[in-house]
């Protein structure tokens, strides 16, 4: 879908959009466009009750005083709360006005209300950005066209005072928007596309924005001792991978770099520990977090970031081949330290164990973040709303949960301590890899922390957020995969980069 900015209006016959404050009223483009119509706005809100809430939308078709397809009164909710995650919220629910129909073009008049916590191009960049992510679809598999329609729309103008400052808030944020793509590209794939093999090979097109890609196989992983990551994939036929990609943006490479660590099971059958039917559904998507690294390192490397950054990905598949790890076996990782595997459906723990270490003992890094897919736990502790956050570092810890609220993926902080350690108690390992029902995530990131050595780290449980069901967590998300912790990562960055 195509973004523009204008300074006016052009005459076409599309669709126009404008806002209504829940504390303010008509804004300026509303109440020209209540003269153009001879008072159609007003009295259409007023036998319909609208008040101006935040996502609330009332549309007039073909509307008399101009060629207009159709006029949208958009509710803006309290000026207070009017920022980012709400506005790309609400062109989100503009765009979903748009699914099938005639109408191709879409014209968005920004107007800033007073108060606001957006200025003008900042606004118009992030309508944009909730437009554009809205209109993602995953069709490609399709062979016809009887389903749920997409968004017609081909072109959205968004009407501001001054387009080159929206342009210039509008590029980073494209760059952001391509990742999470990128990311929901990935997660969609059916497994029996998207291996291991094929994870790495698309990724391999990042090398021509300037990100260095290295790929460990099975021998490389051996001889650095990396038996967890390993014993997890034994029982696939296809080869596990350690995918590490590094976009090196500072100009004097001073700093030590970032690092964020993605879990990548491209499928998750729970192994020996076999899932139920039910269970194994959706589980294509068990590599959401190598994914949204993934993205996140291209979102750096297409706005040309300032900073060095690197993502480390173990990719593999959870089997019950005839050469599948058993309950009850010991692995030892690249570490040193060994782990009691008594269930091997707790996998992404023993991937990202080896990852983890692998991170921190290359590249030294000012800090690391991992994403996972980890634990059913979290997504009972907080449904699909936030994330799960865990934290060695509290600095970390509030530049992350602050990154969430200014692009709207939000995380709750959860407990880290050593009472739990005593969960994770092995009779002949150093640890075992699971610890019961009782504080499932929790228990989980304990185990997590005993890789990430003395480097400040944190954990995301994206389990909930990832692919939501039917996608309505997520309203910028018109499918299933939502591409969560692309934007988190690139705002931490960005706020970090100095």
């Known amino acids: 879908m195509q973004i523009t900015f204008a300074k006016q209006p052009s005459a076409g016959t599309g669709a126009f959009a404008v806002g209504m404050t829940e504390d303010g009223g008509l804004l300026p483009a509303a109440e020209k466009a209540d003269r153009m119509t001879e008072g159609a706005l007003t009295r259409a809100r007023k036998v319909a009750g609208f008040t101006g809430k935040a996502g609330e939308i009332l549309e007039i078709f073909a509307p008399t005083g101009t060629k207009r397809s159709r006029l949208l009164i958009v509710g803006l909710g309290k000026t207070a709360d009017f920022g980012s995650p709400q506005s790309e919220r609400i062109a989100a629910a503009v765009l979903g006005r748009f699914k099938g129909g005639a109408d191709r073009e879409l014209t968005f008049a920004v107007d800033r209300p007073r108060g606001a916590r957006l200025n003008e191009a900042e606004l118009a960049a992030h309508l944009a950005l909730g437009a554009l992510l809205k209109s993602y679809t995953f069709d490609k598999y399709r062979t016809r066209k009887d389903g749920e329609k997409p968004i017609a729309l081909n072109k959205v103008t968004l009407t501001t005072s001054d387009p080159s400052a929206a342009k210039a808030a509008w590029a980073p944020l494209e760059a952001e928007a391509k990742g999470v793509f990128l990311a929901r590209d990935l997660v969609n794939e059916p497994a029996n596309v998207l291996g291991p093999d094929e994870f790495v090979s698309r990724i391999k097109a990042l090398s021509k924005h300037g990100v260095k890609i290295e790929v460990l196989g099975e021998k490389e992983m051996k001889r650095l001792g990396m038996g967890a990551l390993l014993g997890v994939g034994q029982g696939s036929k296809r080869e596990s991978k350690l995918l590490v990609l590094r976009w090196n943006g500072a100009k004097k490479h001073k700093e030590a770099p970032l690092a964020f660590v993605g879990k990548g099971l491209c499928f998750d059958s729970g192994g020996l520990s076999l899932k139920s039917g039910a269970g194994m559904m959706d589980m294509k998507g068990d590599m959401a977090g190598a994914a949204a690294v993934t993205g ?203």
């Open 296 to 498: 996140a390192i291209l979102a750096l490397a297409l706005r040309k970031a300032p900073i060095d950054a690197v993502a480390v990905a173990g990719l593999t598949e959870n089997m019950p081949g005839g050469g599948a790890q058993r309950p009850d076996d010991v692995v030892k990782t690249m570490s040193g330290q060994t782990v009691e595997v008594l269930n091997t459906d707790a996998e992404g723990r023993l991937v990202l164990a080896d990852a983890l270490w692998y991170a921190q003992d290359r590249f030294k890094p000012r800090f690391m973040v991992d994403l996972a897919t980890l634990t059913g736990a979290i997504v009972v502790a907080l449904g699909t709303e936030h994330a799960g956050l865990f934290a060695n570092d509290d600095t970390l810890a509030d530049r992350l949960i602050a990154a969430g609220k200014a692009t709207g993926e939000t995380m709750w902080r959860m407990p880290l301590s050593p009472a739990y350690d005593k969960l994770l108690k092995s009779k002949i390992a150093d640890m075992k890899n699971v610890a019961g029902r009782g504080a499932g995530s929790i228990t989980a990131a304990q185990f997590l922390q005993r890789f990430a050595g003395k480097t400040p780290w944190a954990h995301i449980d994206i389990a909930g957020v990832a692919y939501p069901e039917g996608g309505e967590a997520n309203p910028l998300a018109p499918d299933w995969a939502t591409g969560w912790g692309v934007r988190l990562l690139d705002r931490l960055a960005a706020d970090v980069e100095g």
